[in-house]
């Protein structure tokens, strides 16, 4: 472990904390952060970054960053997603130290303590990880699987219940932030860059105000993510499966043609013919989907497009942004 100097005396905690129409709950966060922060850290900014919300959230960041020199904003031109959202607060904190946490107080910032004093320790990553108490019985369920089929796939260990609650030494973030994909899967990313990382539990905590962004959509396709962004397995499946049936065939061709010389009766065809080319013809549409996904990759990727675009932030109104390009 690396023993370098984290919280120093002028050590600087950067919390950065991504919102999208959060405007009901900001006010009890930054009384509850302004509450706890001073005694977890000797200097600390709180760094909202409004994801293009539509609703007074904007207005009442700035009223917090008016009020109170601690906080800072970062406003993107719309709605980039929490990827996005997260990425743009990393590269704005300056942070020696930078936590990453929720606005709805789902995260809950007394375990800053525990995590920045962990952090001291000589860990570059702390994470806290929740049980999953209140979820669905069937949310929960599907989680557990799919954490396991993931470990399964991808080269990155990533486990159930660790989200972005997080806090990292300055050069675990420039780890990240040297990361430049533009299709951004946070857990694996986190994973990714390794380093020394500790874990601490805690019991699930039910959202304070407004409504979760997840729906069952946006979940499936945070799935897929997951499991495209960090390998190639799927392709290969497709290859080990491509072999097998094609082999398969095969052998079932020389079966019939020895079949019918030996016993000189027609091979009845029908029913094998449609189970070939339905077998087939599903395989090929999953992979040709399977490789279009890839595809899809590439062309994003090779746009270079920037991760977000910046339209306001508490230093400046004026100028547009461009970041993390
Ligand atoms: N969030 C964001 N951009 C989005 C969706 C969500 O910045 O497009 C923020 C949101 O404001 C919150 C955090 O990401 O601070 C987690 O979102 P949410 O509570 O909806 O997710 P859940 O806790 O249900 O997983
Ligand atoms: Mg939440």
């Known amino acids: 472990m690396g023993g370098f100097p ?12 991504p ?18 922060l001073p005694s977890v850290a000797p200097d600390f900014e709180i760094l909202l ?18 009020s109170d020199p601690r906080v800072r904003f970062v406003a993107l031109s719309r709605n980039f997603g929490k990827e996005s959202a997260m990425l743009a607060g990393l590269s704005e904190a300056k942070g020696d130290a930078v936590a990453i946490m929720d606005a709805d107080l789902q995260h809950p910032p007394e375990l800053l303590r525990r995590m920045i004093g962990l952090l001291e320790t000589g860990y570059d990553q702390v994470v806290a990880r929740r049980d999953r108490k209140g979820d669905g019985r069937m949310r929960s369920l599907i989680s557990k699987t799919y954490y396991r089929t993931m470990n399964r796939l991808v ?21 990240l932030l040297s990361l430049r994909e533009y299709n951004r899967f946070s857990k694996g990313l986190f994973a990714w860059i390794g380093f020394d990382t500790a874990v601490i539990d805690y019991q699930n905590v039910q959202r304070q105000a407004g409504s979760s962004k997840w729906t069952f959509g946006k979940l ?11 390998n190639n397995r799927p392709l290969r499946l497709a290859i080990y499966l491509g072999l097998l049936v094609t082999l398969l065939a095969f052998g079932y061709a020389g079966y019939v043609v020895v079949d019918v010389l030996a016993s000189g009766v027609d091979a009845p065809g029908y029913a094998t013919l449609m189970v070939g080319v339905a077998g087939l013809g599903g395989l090929q549409l999953l992979f040709l989907g399977v490789m279009g996904e890839y595809v899809g990759r590439i062309y994003y990727e090779s ?5 977000f675009l ?5 230093d400046t109104r004026v100028s547009v942004v461009a970041g993390a390009e």
């Open 310 to 314: 910046v339209k306001e932030t508490s």
């Open 303 to 307: 746009k270079r497009r920037p991760h």
């Open 49 to 66: 970054v409004d994801d293009g919300s539509t609703d007074g959230t904007l207005a009442k960041m700035r009223a917090l960053a008016a």
């Open 155 to 175: 080269d990155v260990r990533l486990r159930d219940g660790e989200g972005d609650f997080r806090v990292l030494t300055r050069r675990a973030v420039d780890a």
């Open 220 to 230: 499936l396709n945070y799935g897929i993510d997951g499991v495209v962004s960090f």
């Open 6 to 17: 984290v919280l120093g005396e002028r050590m600087r905690l950067s919390v950065v904390v």
């Open 19 to 36: 919102c999208f129409n959060e405007e009901n709950g900001l006010a009890s966060l930054h009384e509850v952060l302004a509450d706890v």
